[in-house]
């Protein structure tokens, strides 16, 4: 339990960072328009989380990306080079799951409230979200998407950058000792040096076009695979959510 714990605090971004992506080449510019940067500010540290738009009003993202004060940056591809496509919106209200387990990493989930309504177009739009009764297989490929460090050692990339990555088994996962397969997604080949990684927590595991998972926590180290939040189990709350705010 208390490597555990010493793991999860390594990748926390409130605290220290987030996952991201390692291995991985640059998006197409505005290809992904349901990406969401998050600025989060918490005891005047800043930290960086991804997200994802679902509707007009409101990004999804992991629970452990929670802070005093979050800033949703839309249609962004550089993050140095601002343009005419860029929706920045504050935070308005932070909804984390009710079940949310910080210390061993479960039901790590949020609905980020926006101040306004986006203006949908084509470099910001929201992406479809899988039923409640999915379950997606092992043996899927799939793709996640973030800004951030290319290597453990090496600095973060201003400019998205998208991965290949492989839905493993759930055998392949227990070295994590909270791991629930009902609950999460084991992602990534071990033998492949590619991975999610600091700084893009919160963000989306897309399989043909349907967000299934969200980035939420693995080993210090980069080596695959991490862990990702199954999303389907989540529909009716996230339904629940939107409907009553």
């Not at 992991?62 to 919106?89: F, M, N, S």
């Not at 595991?205 to 389907?232: D, E, K, M, W």
Request: proline letters at 7%; a positive charge; charged letters at 20%.
């Amino acid at each position: 339990m208390q490597a555990l714990f010493l793991l999860v605090i390594l990748l926390l971004p409130s605290e220290g960072e987030a996952e991201e992506i390692i291995g991985g080449v640059k998006a197409k510019p505005h290809s992904r328009p349901y990406m969401a940067y998050l600025e989060i500010t918490s005891r005047e540290h800043v930290s960086s989380c991804g997200g994802f738009l679902i509707s007009e009003q409101f990004v999804l993202t992991a629970a452990h990306c929670k802070g005093r004060k979050i800033t949703v940056t839309l249609g962004a591809h550089d993050l140095t080079q601002k343009e005419p496509t860029w929706q920045k919106l504050k935070v308005t209200k932070q909804i984390i799951h009710p079940n949310y387990d910080p210390h061993a990493v479960l039901n790590d989930i949020m609905l980020l409230k926006l101040q306004s309504r986006v203006t949908l177009n084509h470099a910001v739009n929201t992406v479809a979200l899988p039923t409640a009764s999915t379950f997606i297989q092992p043996g899927r490929m799939c793709r996640a998407a973030g800004w951030g460090k290319t290597g453990v050692t090496k600095p973060t990339s201003d400019i998205l950058r998208e991965v290949k990555l492989r839905i493993m088994d759930e055998n392949a996962c227990y070295c994590f000792e909270n791991y629930n397969n009902y609950l999460q997604l084991c992602v990534g080949n071990p033998w492949k040096i590619r991975s999610a990684y600091r700084g893009d927590s919160g963000g989306p595991l897309l399989c043909a076009g349907v967000a299934q998972g969200i980035v939420s926590y693995g080993h210090p180290n980069a080596q695959p695979p991490a862990v990702f939040t199954r999303i389907s189990p989540y529909v009716p709350w996230i339904n629940k959510v939107l409907s009553s705010e």
